[in-house]
């Protein structure tokens, strides 16, 4: 019966990740968020700080010289890092996304080459799925990658990809067999330094302003045959299956978002008085609290039980993966809006920091599929059994 009660208990080891991992962010995340924020200009100093304590890829295998993290503790890192600040938990969270592909699919070969810098902090990665007309239909995109002898040649325009610009690799999905659909994409490893790769113009975003998001554009890219990531006409599983990981990373990094909110909103209702009383005392404020603690902790739970399923690489992890995705961005938006209105006019200036957590919420909702597509995700799982 232990080993049964203890399925319900975080184990003592991520407890104690999650503690350093809050040292780490409280001295040396934390302080950049509004700066991120105001000049849209990226955090070096939270990469620093990440990469010094290992947690800016912490789930790269310890073969390829990173931390070695299973599926939960590096969601409780992206959490931790985005209760300090949302834009600098896309450094942990973007690189788990963009090198997915490789380590679902990759030869031993392209891991070596491409995973060990990034454990190391020499470089991030990005992952191109979309492109301006194909963002949830994403097997509808248009990017060719042609065969030339021993090379690929590839053309198109992908869109919103995070940390553009500053990452150092991309997986790129592209076609590679037009006909075939779904089944005639391939994933590929691209450089920044490939001749042919350029980027747009940053994105003016709502939130998340201090993680650049820039079109790539590939002109002719040409690269070795062996940066293709698994069998030709894969791409697309692949695509969906790294999405069905990080999601979870996601939920996460809304769960961070939303715990960042409500504990500064809880340490203003017991500071702020109004009617000769904390406001703290009245119970309308009690009950909002209340709402907030709840659905934040079942947000927690079920993406912790998702992370369970992305270590153990279970059937229903597609299932888990949306739900938790959806359920714990529908209620950081939740969170965070109240978290303003708990502050009344305070909330609403730049003076304070919940305005960001509720501009920063939003992208949650939206990115790595919106919730509408999780939903069809969850549906055909459900009708499927
Ligand atoms: N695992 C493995 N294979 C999967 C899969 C999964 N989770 N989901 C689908 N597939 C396979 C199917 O089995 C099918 O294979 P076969 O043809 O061999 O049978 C194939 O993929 C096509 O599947 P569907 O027919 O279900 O595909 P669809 O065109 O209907 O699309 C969708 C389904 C769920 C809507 C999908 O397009 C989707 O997830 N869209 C959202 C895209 C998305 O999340 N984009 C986010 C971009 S990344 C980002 O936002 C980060 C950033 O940097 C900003």
Not at 195 to 212: C, D, H, N, T, Y
Not at 278 to 292: E, H, K, R, S, V
Request: proline share 4%; glycine share 8%.
């Amino acid at each position: 019966t232990e080993a049964l009660f203890d399925a319900y208990r975080l184990p003592e080891e991520h407890s104690d990740i999650r503690a350093a991992v809050r040292a780490v962010c409280d001295a040396k995340v934390a302080p950049n968020a509004a700066h991120a924020d105001e000049t849209g200009e990226f955090p070096t100093g939270s990469y620093d700080a990440l990469r010094a304590a290992d947690f800016h890829a912490p789930h790269i295998p310890v073969e390829y010289g990173g931390a070695g993290a299973d599926a939960l503790a590096t969601a409780i890192v992206i959490e931790e890092v985005a209760r300090a600040c949302t834009s600098s938990s896309l450094i942990p969270a973007v690189n788990k996304l963009g090198t997915m592909p490789l380590l679902l699919a990759g030869s031993e070969d392209l891991k070596r080459r491409f995973l060990t810098p990034v454990a190391s902090g020499e470089a991030m990665f990005s992952y191109c799925l979309s492109e301006p007309d194909a963002g949830s239909d994403a097997a509808s995109m248009s990017t060719r990658a042609e065969r030339d002898g021993e090379h690929y040649v590839l053309n198109g325009v992908k869109r919103w990809i995070t940390n553009a610009g500053v990452s150092e690799y991309y997986t790129v999905f592209a076609v590679t067999d037009p006909a075939a659909r779904s089944r005639g994409i391939s994933a590929f490893v691209v450089a920044k330094s490939d001749p042919g790769v350029s980027f747009g113009a940053p994105e003016k975003k709502l939130g998340i302003k201090g993680s650049p998001t820039r079109e790539v554009y590939l002109d002719n890219v040409r690269i070795p045959a062996d940066r293709m990531i698994g069998a030709p006409g894969t791409g697309f599983a692949t695509a969906m299956q790294t999405l069905d990981h990080t999601r979870v990373t996601i939920a996460a990094q809304a769960v961070g978002i939303a715990q960042g909110a409500l504990d500064y909103a809880k340490g203003y209702v017991k500071e702020r008085h109004q009617f000769g009383k904390p406001i703290a005392d009245f119970q309308g404020i009690q009950f909002m609290l209340a709402d907030m603690g709840m659905k934040l902790e079942a947000a927690r739970q079920l993406t912790y039980a998702a992370a369970g399923r992305s270590e153990r690489g279970d059937a229903d992890l597609t299932y888990f993966g949306a739900a938790a995705k959806c359920f714990a961005s529908d209620a950081a938006m939740e969170i965070t809006t109240d978290a303003v209105q708990l502050l009344g006019g305070y909330g609403y200036t730049r003076d304070y920091p919940l305005e960001r957590m509720m501009r920063d919420a939003k992208i949650t909702q939206i990115y790595e599929g919106t919730n509408q597509v999780q939903r069809i995700v969850m549906a055909r799982q459900l009708l499927q059994g």
